[in-house]
């Protein structure tokens, strides 16, 4: 019933000139039939970015305890590794420094490094993360990513340090 009635639609759209509505209404019976796969995002674009080699992030002893650091960076800019599109946010930064502060000048070399990486946002941010706890081993730290929308839809990716647990929801 679904095909008799999507291909009435289609001819009806097809001959009224309306090739984008065509377009859809095909996608849609290929999707509702099952046999419609979006294109393969491949382990080399999930991993995109990941283990490539950035500028060491400095530290400076910490002098105080008990309170925590926020860093705003509103330009941040990477690429994504599928498209080669730029993509645009800014990133926030909190962290509570136990031993070490995060030295800002080789932060923002460290962070203008992926200006040119292909990367996936939640990869981005998680990434960051793990810098950043590497750098200066925080008692806590957050990063979020606020990316501008791309084709409608707006992405905010959080990371958190401490870890939770495997298998801890």
């Not at 990133?91 to 292909?118: A, F, H, Q, W």
């Not at 979020?144 to 707006?154: E, I, L, V, Y």
């Amino acid at each position: 019933m679904f095909a008799i009635l999507l291909q009435a639609m289609v001819g009806c759209i097809y001959r009224n000139g309306n090739k984008f509505a065509f377009f859809c209404m095909v996608v849609l019976y290929f999707i509702k039939k099952g046999t419609y796969v979006m294109p393969d995002y491949t382990r080399k674009e999930a991993e995109a970015g990941l283990k490539d080699k950035l500028p060491a992030i400095d530290t400076f002893p910490n002098q105080f305890p008990g309170y925590e650091i926020k860093i705003e960076i509103p330009e941040f800019t990477s690429v994504c590794p599928k498209t080669g599109l730029p993509d645009f946010g800014a990133i926030t930064i909190r962290y509570v420094p136990d031993k070490y502060c995060l030295e800002l000048k080789s932060l923002k070399m460290y962070i203008l490094e992926y200006r040119n990486l292909g990367i996936f946002y939640e990869n981005a941010v998680n990434r960051i993360l793990e810098d950043i706890v590497a750098a200066c081993k925080p008692v806590r730290a957050s990063v979020a990513g606020d990316f501008n929308p791309r084709g409608g839809m707006k992405s905010v990716i959080e990371a958190h340090y401490p870890r939770p647990k495997k298998g801890a929801k």
